[in-house]
């Protein structure tokens, strides 16, 4: 599967985003898909994810994420979406997409994930 990441930018504090991750090559249906980030001089980040179908498709955030960020997808546009909402300075990353078809339980770490997206940049600044 090929992943394309869009919908960065720059946005005030406060702000939203919709990052957009669309997929080529085969349907997200098989694979659990995950949304990181990585601020410069840090690990990948874990934020979001969602199951495979097989496995549920149950959406997991990281606690820093729950009540801002929101997973969803569209298997008919081949699709998943990270919103983000009340955006800090804090937030401020390179967001990648990934897949995954791993075991549930590594869900949240990016080396689970041996496919990527190219990396969006989010910059929330005044």
């Known amino acids: 599967v090929q992943l394309q990441a869009s919908g960065g930018g720059l946005v005030q504090p406060g702000g939203s985003l919709r990052l957009s991750c669309v997929a080529s090559?085969?349907?997200?249906?098989?694979?659990?898909v995950g949304w990181f980030r990585q601020a410069p001089g840090k690990e990948r980040e874990f934020i979001a994810a969602?199951?495979?179908?097989?496995?549920?498709?149950?959406?997991y955030y990281a606690d820093f994420a729950k009540g801002r960020f929101t997973i969803s997808r569209d298997h008919a546009k081949a699709a998943a979406y990270l919103q983000m909402n009340s955006l800090k300075p804090e937030d401020t990353a390179i967001y990648y997409c990934?897949?995954?078809?791993?075991?549930?339980?590594?869900?949240?770490?990016?080396?689970?994930?041996?496919?990527w997206g190219q990396g969006t940049q989010v910059t929330v600044s005044s």
């Open positions: 990934g897949a995954s078809r791993v075991a549930l339980s590594g869900i949240s770490r990016a080396i689970n994930y041996g496919y």
């Open positions: 090559g085969d349907t997200l249906r098989n694979y659990h």
């Open positions: 969602f199951s495979r179908s097989g496995s549920g498709g149950t959406t």
